[in-house]
């Protein structure tokens, strides 16, 4: 039981690359979420989504493009990488209110040069 | 504007003792809470939550307290021992149907052995 997959765990990109960080849950979860970790600034919710064909924007969405064309996939896409994108990425999914609350992936380690 | 904060970035308790981790929220409308804790180089795992409805749930040497009027909510870990050692984030949430939550910046708890 893989639970949430995050893919790639780590990545160093040029400033202006772009690239797809992918989560995979095998739950059936309805909702899914993007979050970044940085020093002193805890988890930020980036975008999620409620479920399969819908997406919206979280606390600090800009920069960030999503899609969810799966129930089991949510995708984060870099268009053009900034340095102020490093970051730890967490993808979380859960089932709904009172369920216990996200399950987690292991996150993506994003180093943007 | 930090709607959740965690004013103590780190705490040293001695193994046995119990350890009390604060948080305070300012957005009233909040009625959902959780607490994760997060190991380095791993995802946030759900620790325990706790409903507006309620103002204290255990599970263990885990309890939560919520305390609406000061909006302020506490983790209390006892005994601690060394594997509680890690960072501790607590989480709030409204009930608007998303679930998204917000995140504290954490508290990182050391036990002492």
């Known amino acids: 039981n893989a639970g949430v997959t995050q893919t790639p765990k780590f990545r160093v990109l040029k400033t202006g690359q772009s690239m797809t960080l992918l989560c995979a849950q095998d739950m059936n979860h309805e909702y899914m979420y993007w979050y970044r970790q940085d020093p002193g600034m805890g988890l930020r919710l980036i975008h999620y989504s409620v479920g399969e064909g819908t997406t919206a924007k979280g606390e600090v969405p800009d920069g960030y493009n999503v899609s969810r064309l799966k129930k089991q996939n949510f995708l984060l896409g870099l268009e053009s990488a900034a340095p102020s994108q490093t970051s730890v990425y967490f993808c979380a999914s859960a089932r709904g209110q009172g369920s216990g609350g996200y399950t987690f992936g292991s996150g993506t380690r994003l180093t943007v040069v | 504007d930090q709607q959740v904060k965690q004013n103590s970035p780190s705490l040293s308790v001695q193994e046995g003792r119990i350890s009390i981790l604060n948080c305070d929220y300012t957005n009233s409308m909040f009625d959902y809470f959780l607490w994760y804790k997060k190991y380095p180089a791993e995802g946030p795992t759900f620790l325990i939550s706790i409903s507006s409805i309620k103002d204290k749930n255990e599970d263990g040497r885990f309890t939560v307290f919520l305390n609406k009027s000061a909006k302020h909510l506490s983790l209390h870990i006892v005994p601690s021992q060394p594997g509680d050692s890690a960072v501790y984030f607590c989480?709030?949430?409204?009930?608007?149907?998303?679930?998204?939550?917000?995140f504290g910046t954490g508290t990182r708890l050391k036990v002492l052995a």
């Open positions: 989480a709030a949430s409204a009930s608007t149907g998303t679930y998204k939550y917000i």
